[in-house]
């Protein structure tokens, strides 16, 4: 229970929910006494600005020599859109090869979802979301540039090998939940990717006899997630359906405020990256009106992925409390600053554990 | 004012909400002195299982003769997902060049919406799909198939002529609307579509001076639209992408039931197609708990595409009207039967206008 852990708080409010979280990691480490060393690293758009460095083969390095990559937010409006997302986010889950994008999606007690009628009792899913390929590759092809015969390709790459891995994740954390999987994708339509998919889950689903597994296109996913969320345990998804839906069930809920994601490494060949899933917001960076919940669940979720469950436990219930107090999830009308929910959640676990 | 329409109504409930669809336009045609033929086709998935037909050129031909197609639901369990999609709806919706899929989301007064506190006044938008290209051109290759080594590519194929046609409808109807125009698509991941779509937006706004344009990756799209749709008037976007973000329109306006949609060629070379957003629905085919509102809407949609606006608006008026009196949007607590609804909203013609 000693850990190494590289901590990147990037731009924006993202340094005000990291400071937020290492106080709760601090607190964690004193009761289930755990020794995590952290290590800052700067990127993101401010460092971009200055030095020009996006992902590259340095940082690399360094960061592979941690158990995993804690991380606040990246952007500024300063930086052209694209840059850092590709430069950075993507370069990172392709080279440390962060197969899962973990999306749990459940609402908390207390938080107000804007779903009419919606219960925490209904809603606790979790989407698996590719992290490596689909269209996130980024190949395509344009021919005829500028000129009115342009034609724009676009592809989209799957391979046996990258669904396999996700789709047996996706099978064992069923079996570990309510054991139903459920496939999103548009196979009627995308056929080539969409008859690998579901011949990679058929082929797995054999080895998980008690898994329930069934199938639903993208867009009936988007008209039932919303309103029936129970009907959904484990979603198994590709890279850009899972970053469709994954935003859905942020607005479900209750917002970007408390949600929590892995870029999770499966095979142990490099870290995996933790991160709320909020943007930078730099309009009120430094005001106290970031909510660190997000964040600090992503902490939550790092230690349980480096096996400390009780302690992950420990974090995901004291946040959870606090939720129930804020008249607002994020904002000036929020009801704490950044710093005093980062308290509170701290001193929680400090006295109730 | 003299028209020759073609009439599908398919399977399923298609056949019931076609009825209804068909009654209110009878009604409509005496009060505003219309002249409409009619000519069933057979098509879906009865005929197909019976005859082996799906979309092949002597229909095409026939079809071609009328002012416009009216479309029932297509679909049932005994017909492989896939088949009736491609080998009919995508097939008329290319080979009729139907370049635009028009979708109004609409919520009309005294219609439950799942989303809390959302009132008619914030929700009235309208998504314009690309409905011919991108991801639907369904070219791809899988290579190493069966083999641990599979690689499946899926191609979206973009021109800038499909595109241009689209944005430019999307520009009209702006002008004739709040003068808002939102680009929907997610260009910093799907760089060669992205900027292919971003590019021709930006040179088709020059002439639209008094057009507000921006753009929401479709990520973010799924975070603002249920939440705060009135941000929004019209939304052009991509094929996948609309399929997508049309469906969680649907949710937002209170379900399938009241969801109309065109299917438009915009250049008089082929015929238009109106249908209902629902499924086929077979389990209540026949039980008169089908709510034909959807093909009421799409038959009035249909009457404004051939230019009858007035007319068109009758049939709004009249169809808006009834719901406001449903406990239930579809299903035997509808509190009308099919029929029923057909016959108040024709009455209502009748009489009002
Ligand atoms: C920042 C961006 C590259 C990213 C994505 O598209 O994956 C984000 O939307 C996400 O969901 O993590
Ligand atoms: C039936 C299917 C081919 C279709 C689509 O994917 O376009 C449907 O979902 C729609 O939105 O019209």
Redesign the interface.
């Known amino acids: 229970n000693s850990y190494s852990i590289a901590v990147i708080p990037g731009d924006g409010i993202g340094p005000d929910v990291m400071d937020g979280a290492l106080e709760v990691l601090a607190a964690t480490e004193d009761i289930f006494s755990l020794s995590i060393k952290y290590h800052h690293y700067k990127a993101g758009a401010k460092h971009y600005l200055a030095t020009g460095e996006l992902w590259n083969h340095d940082l690399a390095q360094q960061l592979r020599t941690h158990d995993a990559v804690l991380f606040g937010a990246m952007g500024d409006p300063s930086v052209e859109?694209?840059i850092l997302?590709?430069g950075f986010i993507?370069a990172m889950r392709q080279a440390f090869e962060q197969a899962v994008n973990l999306r749990p999606v459940k609402l908390y007690p207390g938080v107000a979802?804007?779903?009419?009628?919606l219960t925490p009792e209904r809603c606790d899913l979790v989407i698996v979301r590719e992290n490596t390929e689909g269209?996130?590759v980024?190949q395509?092809?344009?021919i005829h540039a500028n000129?009115?015969?342009?034609?724009?390709?676009?592809?989209?790459?799957?391979?046996?090998?990258g669904i396999e891995r996700v789709v047996e994740y996706s099978f064992k954390l069923a079996m570990n939940r309510r054991k139903k999987l459920t496939l999103c994708h548009?196979?009627?339509?995308?056929?080539?990717?969409g008859?690998?998919w579901q011949d990679v889950v058929n082929s797995v689903a054999t080895r998980y006899p008690e898994v329930n597994v069934d199938y639903v296109h993208?867009?009936?996913m988007?008209?039932h997630l919303?309103?029936a969320p129970e009907k959904f345990d484990v979603v198994v998804t590709d890279n850009?359906f899972g970053?469709?839906?994954?935003?859905?069930g942020?607005?479900i809920q209750g917002g970007?405020g408390v949600a929590a994601s892995g870029n999770l490494n499966l095979d142990g060949s490099a870290p995996s990256m933790f991160e709320a899933i909020h943007g930078s917001a730099p309009d009120i960076a430094g005001k106290g009106w970031a909510n660190p919940v997000g964040a600090i669940l992503s902490a939550a979720m790092m230690l349980a992925h480096l096996g400390e469950k009780a302690a992950a436990q420990a974090i995901e219930a004291a946040a959870v409390n606090v939720l129930k107090d804020l008249p607002a999830l994020a904002g000036p009308g929020m009801g704490m600053s950044t710093t005093e929910i980062a308290a509170v959640v701290s001193s929680q676990i400090r006295t109730d554990f």
């Open positions: 859109p694209g997302e590709r993507l979802t804007p779903i009419a009628g269209a996130y980024g395509g092809s344009t000129t009115p015969n342009t034609v724009a390709i676009q592809e989209s790459v799957n391979t046996r090998q548009k196979k009627n339509i995308l056929i080539e990717a008859k690998l993208v867009d009936a988007c008209f919303p309103v850009l970053d469709i839906i994954t935003d859905l942020a607005v970007l």
